[in-house]
């Protein structure tokens, strides 16, 4: 468990008494009641004149968290010099501290010099600094009118962490063994890759599949190989290898070639999603307030004259938007803003593109036909994005024109599409396709309507797979279009009926080929809603099989039912049952579970029968270890049976060694804190620290703070950090590096008393034979020491005078602790 004795010694004490320090020009300074610290009446008080001006801050470098305005903005190295009079005085301006800050011009009076310590403080006057040294974060005031102008959650690309060089693999084994009384076992299994390297601001990812069947040998299968790098200015990213195109518009394919490719996630929140870019008129020093369903979720102050504002994070898709400006003479004035989006909807003056070039590629073939393809989409005003793209190769091309708009209405997204294909005797022919699509939330009603449609005005519905081929074989168009599609419609509506009456749905979709007569139909209907804790769901579904001419139709029906053990809801008894209209029945019951303080372990077993064969059975459980995944099943009936096995796991390869984990991701980090073997880290999803004091955090948020550290509440008594947690800021596809710094401690108590049998008083100095520090007096006369010799004298000293002091001889080894607290007189 976390100690106490942290909290209780004399510079914690009086750092939390002191959490802020002397400002740039108000340099205030504190008193104590030193009667507080005396254990009698006849002691002389404890010199606090060390603590008048905040904690001391001893010379040196401290690498610390930047928070301005309680936020946090990045890591530094920062330096102190030493200051008696006031310690953050000593606080020395540096350029890094510069770029993390963005200040105006006018806000800094003195500029930093590499070679001279200029204070911080006499450079910002303007600006509080206040150093908790016991967090080593600095925390930072600034006046808005001093900052650079940014979205409020705006994170600067100088900020983006490279991390460090080192290589992992992610392995997800899986195997399988089928038996039956009829024919023999087979066996199949499946290992799967995915593997890089960091170094330099550039990343190398790998992906692949090796699988082994019975009779049939090993097989691979080639995913990915390429090489990456971010390109700030474009807010987006650039490609090399072996990868897949990655437009929002057009058909993705595989190539070797090159890509540059936007990024969202540099963008801060609060300019990804969709929101409208409101524009007014201040007559004078005015509020601006803007509301969402009676919901302020804006407000800021502007200067006369026009204003935008652009930096709405909203929550959803559709809606009204009120805006009220409150004039400094208190009249105000309301409009509305309407807005309705879907994904594809950009801010006004917002780009999103792809620029991919090389030969087409499938698995481990790369073709001789050269292919490139582009995208762009930009968001032109409020209720407009316009979307554009081109697939090529040297005998097809795809055109894509495409709208999408958003209003009070709902939004409508609408894209015509025209392909080109030449075969090997110069004959072409085009085939245009309509995509249309529109969705409505309707917030007084709590309903979702959405409507699809898609229509294609020639049979051949050619794409760029058929082009390669062509060209590939030097051949002429063929004459095959089994199951063309030739128009599309869809609908579906969901309803919220109101609190305790749950919600409904329905769906259907209408199909037609161009060498089939009529239409197919499909339809889904469902009510759903919860009693008590049982949650249930009805659901009936219709499909017309195109080759009988006869109707499909299911009904089923689900319940959930959790069960609480413990103090948390962890186990889950479920029950399904479905009939056909041709007699086919279906019931299934199951119990599924998981249990641990991470919930790392997890099972489950059904059973089930159809009206018309045999009972099947099945049950699985999984384990997550720290630093690998393992877990079994097995199922079947009576005549046929399958056993399965997984094992999942990472390797990370680093300058300090290798460390295991359960999991990674493309953006993760590596932790270090030596000497706390087997301390779980926060977040970690069941990580811990290896026994050299590494591991992992298998997943990061790229461009965005995230938060790391490691559970105090297990560090071993004698280990110290120099902080608990600490914020990384990680680009995409790194490997982000957090040091806690930790420090071996040998720590012993004393229980003392004086001649007369009163305590030390509280906040007295222990002092070594060499005259160092090594430990304060708490209550009782109880003493905290750290590091000392196994034997000799340590002095007790609370003042000036040779009766404020004592001195006690031990010997640890000679002395009998109970429970580490050893007791020794100490003598004047």
Request: net charge neutral.
């Amino acid at each position: 468990m976390k100690r106490n004795h942290c909290l209780t010694i004399l510079s914690s004490t009086i750092s939390l008494a002191l959490s802020s320090f002397a400002y740039a020009a108000d340099e205030v300074e504190a008193e104590f009641d030193t009667s507080f610290f005396k254990t009698s009446i006849n002691q002389a008080p404890v010199d606090t004149n060390r603590f008048k001006y905040g904690t001391p801050i001893a010379a040196g470098e401290y690498y610390s968290d930047i928070y301005v305005n309680g936020k946090f903005r990045g890591n530094s190295l920062i330096k102190f010099v030493e200051n008696d009079k006031a310690p953050i005085s000593g606080l020395c301006w540096s350029q890094n501290l510069r770029n993390l800050l963005e200040l105006k011009p006018e806000a800094v009076v003195l500029e930093p010099d590499a070679d001279a310590c200029v204070s911080a403080v006499k450079a910002l006057p303007g600006i509080k600094l206040k150093f908790n040294i016991s967090e080593q974060r600095l925390n930072v005031e600034i006046p808005q009118a001093l900052m650079v102008a940014h979205p409020v959650d705006y994170i600067p690309p100088s900020r983006w962490q490279n991390g460090i060089t080192a290589a992992f693999v992610r392995y997800d084994f899986r195997g399988y063994q089928y038996n039956s009384e009829n024919s023999q076992s087979n066996r199949q299994q499946y290992l799967g890759i995915r593997s890089g390297i960091n170094a330099g601001g550039w990343s190398l990812r790998q992906q692949g599949a090796q699988s082994w069947m019975s009779g049939k040998g090993a097989e691979y299968q080639h995913h990915e190989l390429y090489a990456q790098h971010d390109l700030d200015a474009l807010k987006g990213r650039f490609l090399v290898g072996d990868f897949f195109s990655r437009s929002d518009v057009m058909d993705g394919f595989g190539l070797r070639g090159v890509a540059l490719v936007s990024d969202d996630r540099m963008l801060p929140d609060s300019l990804r999603s969709y929101a409208p870019e409101i524009q007014g008129v201040a007559n004078s020093n005015a509020q601006v307030r803007v509301s969402h369903n009676n919901q302020v979720v804006y407000e800021t102050t502007v200067a006369p004259g026009p204003f935008v504002i652009n930096d709405l994070n909203l929550g959803s898709y559709s809606g009204e938007l009120q805006v009220e400006v409150i004039e400094s003479d208190g009249m105000r004035r309301l409009f509305t803003v309407p807005f309705a989006s879907t994904h594809r909807m950009l801010r006004p003056g917002r780009s999103r593109y792809t620029l991919t070039a090389g030969k087409y590629r499938e698995n481990k073939k790369v073709y001789d036909s050269a292919v490139v393809q582009g995208s762009l989409q930009y968001g032109l005003n409020n209720h407009l994005t316009l979307q554009s793209g081109v697939t090529a190769t040297n005998n097809y091309v795809s055109s894509l024109f495409g709208t999408v708009w958003g209003g009070k209405i709902g939004s409508l997204s609408t894209d015509f599409i025209v392909s080109r294909l030449t075969d090997a005797d110069k004959r072409s022919r085009n085939s245009p396709h309509l995509r249309v699509s529109y969705n409505k939330t309707i917030p007084t009603t709590d309903t979702l309507l959405q409507i699809g449609m898609k229509q294609y005005f020639s049979k051949h519905s050619d794409d760029l797979q058929n082009a390669v081929y062509l060209n590939e074989q030097n051949a002429g168009f063929g004459d095959v279009y089994h199951d063309a599609l030739k128009s599309q419609y869809q609908v579906s509506v969901s309803q919220y009926l109101g609190s305790g009456l749950g919600s409904l749905y329905v769906s259907g979709i209408s199909k037609k080929y161009w060498h089939r007569s009529g239409y197919q139909h499909e339809y889904q209907l469902g009510y759903g809603n919860s009693y008590r804790s049982m949650q249930y769901h009805l659901g009936f579904s219709q499909k017309q099989n195109l080759d009988t001419g006869k109707q499909d139709k299911q009904a089923f029906l689900t319940l959930s039912i959790p069960f609480d053990v413990g103090t948390t809801r962890n186990v889950w008894l479920s029950s399904s049952h479905s009939r056909t209209n041709r007699d086919q029945a279906y019931s299934r019951i199951a119990l599924n579970g998981h249990a641990g303080s991470h919930n790392q372990f997890n099972y489950g077993i059904s059973l089930g029968k159809p009206n018309m064969g045999e009972a099947q059975y099945s049950a699985h459980a999984n384990y997550r270890f720290p630093f690998v995944e393992t877990g079994v099943g097995i199922s079947g009936n009576r005549d046929n049976s399958q056993i399965s096995y997984n094992l999942t796991g990472a390797v990370v390869i680093h300058p300090y060694g290798l460390t295991l984990n359960h999991d990674l991701s493309d953006t993760f980090a590596l932790v270090r804190a030596k000497g706390a073997s087997g301390v779980p880290i926060k977040n970690g999803n069941g990580s811990k620290l290896d026994r050299w004091g590494y591991g992992v955090v298998a997943s990061l948020t790229p461009y965005r703070s995230n938060f790391i550290g490691v559970d105090a509440e297990y560090l071993p008594d004698d280990i110290e950090l120099s902080a608990t947690e600490k914020a990384i800021i990680p680009r995409a596809n790194t490997v982000g590096f957090i040091d806690m710094a930790a420090k071996k401690d040998k720590i012993v108590y004393f229980d003392t008393q004086l001649e007369d049998g009163s305590f030390p008083p509280m906040a007295a100095e222990v002092l070594d034979e060499q005259g160092e520090v090594v430990g304060y007096s708490v209550q009782d006369g109880r003493l905290f020491v750290k590091n000392i010799r196994p034997s000799g004298k340590l002095t007790v000293t609370w003042g000036e005078h040779k009766k404020d002091k004592c001195t006690l001889s031990y010997n640890l080894n000679q002395l009998k602790p109970k429970y580490n607290i050893y007791s020794e007189k100490c003598v004047f």
